[in-house]
């Protein structure tokens, strides 16, 4: 598929029609087995249905990478858009549309790479749609090249000694973007901890940055594979305002109360290598939202003519 696709609906919209999860399905994702796009897929559908979104209002936005196929598979309108460049566009939807419910998906290299800059200011722009960053640690889609966030020391196809530097960690950098206002992370291999967290992200008026972390048993199958095996190695954040789901507690036992609304609490576990954190590290409903202090009021066709003929009379002579 190239780049700057835009898919349609498969769905005749009906808002009197109760949608399940399959109905969002508009064909079979092609990703390899095993990998975490499936279940982000299934998070995905699980959320729409809840909230009963309707395609017709609903829109996907990708860039390029193996997540960013997510709008040719999701039964809503989609763009499938050039490399790094997801976030201006789902902002400028955002803008002209503000009813519209907006979804991103990028990946690592896509996000924190090609498109950093993009990243860094649609943050602070806060616009309110959903953001999901899969993080693979690689580039996968283009077969195995050392992104941003790949671990120092793993090998691939542009690192064959191993990446040289230490990787960037995509929750520190946007907590400390100046607007920043919804940051979490959570884990493809924990599908309760994911729902709820799409879902926290959703309810949040704002840009919800959602670092998902997401196997890839093609090129980096070790990279979580130890956090996968021994549950004691995560810790859950949890608080009313964040995400807490009670079937979890039986097999994470590290469990933390964080309130999201501390910012230097959320930097300060952003910055702990002792455990993998998975939770809402940074929630704040009140910061400005983009497309409310830019608001332009709408203008009717007469309105516009009216004014046009209005400026056209001082140049009449
Ligand atoms: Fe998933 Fe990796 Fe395969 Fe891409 S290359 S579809 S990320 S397993």
């Keep these: 598929m190239s780049s700057l696709a835009i898919s349609l609906l498969d769905l005749e919209p009906d808002a009197s029609v109760c949608l399940e999860a399959e109905d969002y399905q508009k064909r079979p994702g092609k990703w390899c087995a095993g990998c975490g796009d499936f279940g982000a897929m299934n998070a995905v559908k699980r959320l729409l249905a809840k909230e009963q979104l309707q395609p017709d209002r609903t829109v996907f936005v990708s860039g390029i990478g193996c997540s960013s196929r997510f709008p040719h598979y999701v039964n809503a309108y989609g763009f499938h858009g050039i490399h790094g460049r997801a976030l201006p566009v789902a902002t400028g939807v955002k803008l002209a549309r503000p009813e519209l419910d907006v979804f991103v998906t990028m990946g690592d290299g896509d996000c924190t790479s090609i498109g950093a800059g993009h990243w860094i200011h649609a943050t602070r722009y806060n616009a309110n749609m959903v953001v999901m960053m899969l993080d693979n640690n690689i580039y996968g889609l283009t077969k195995n090249q050392t992104s941003p966030t790949t671990p120092q020391g793993h090998k691939s196809m542009t690192s064959p000694r191993g990446a040289a530097l230490p990787a960037l960690d995509p929750l520190q950098a946007t907590l400390g973007v100046s607007n920043a206002s919804f940051v979490a992370q959570t884990a493809d291999w924990v599908p309760a901890h994911l729902f709820a967290t799409l879902q926290a992200a959703y309810d949040h008026p704002g840009f919800s940055f959602i670092r998902i972390l997401q196997r890839c048993p093609k090129f980096t199958p070790d ?42 609490d959320a930097r300060a576990l952003a910055q702990r290598r002792d455990m993998l954190r998975l939770g809402v590290f940074y929630r704040n409903d009140s910061l400005p939202v983009y497309e409310d202090v830019r608001a332009v009021p709408k203008v009717s066709a007469e309105e516009k003519v009216a004014r046009l003929n209005k400026e056209f009379e001082r140049y009449a002579v």
């Design 223 to 264: 990279v979580f594979q130890e956090k996968v095996q021994n549950p004691d190695l995560i810790e859950l954040l949890v608080h009313e305002n964040g995400v807490d789901v009670p079937s979890l507690e039986q097999l994470f036992k590290a469990r933390r109360v964080h309130d999201p609304l501390n910012i230097d």
